[in-house]
Nanobody, 118 residues
């Protein structure tokens, strides 16, 4: 089992910044992936960014150049620094943990609201 705890989020004006954090604990292999997805009202959940334990990153085109994902492997913690926020970034952001790159098992956090006002 894996536990996923998110923090951060909130309300910010357009052009502002926010930082999300997500800590994972439990049975996590040395080769894993962590990341962030988001879901806006009436929309499907979509990828924001992921990062492997080998620090390979993947970003959605819509956030490239504005968001930065990073991690602390010793703490199994992932961060999402969000700059130049836009109203269309408003969504519930979910942390995703894939404890092993050799399986498709995923664990999710409870979600944290990010609201960007215009």
């Amino acid at each position: 089992q894996v536990q996923v705890v998110e923090s951060g989020g909130g309300l910010v004006q357009a052009g502002g910044s926010l930082r999300l954090s997500c800590a994972a604990s439990g049975s996590i292999s040395r080769f894993n992936r962590m990341g962030w997805y988001r879901q806006a009202p009436g929309m499907q959940r979509e990828l924001v960014a992921t990062i492997t334990s080998g620090v390979t990153t993947n970003y959605a085109d819509s956030v490239k150049g504005r968001f930065t994902i990073s991690r602390d492997n010793a703490k199994n913690t992932v961060y999402l620094q969000m700059n130049s926020l836009k109203p269309e970034d408003t969504a519930i952001y979910y942390c995703n943990v894939r404890p092993s790159l050799f399986t498709d098992n995923d664990y999710w956090g409870q979600g944290t609201q990010v609201t960007v006002s215009s």
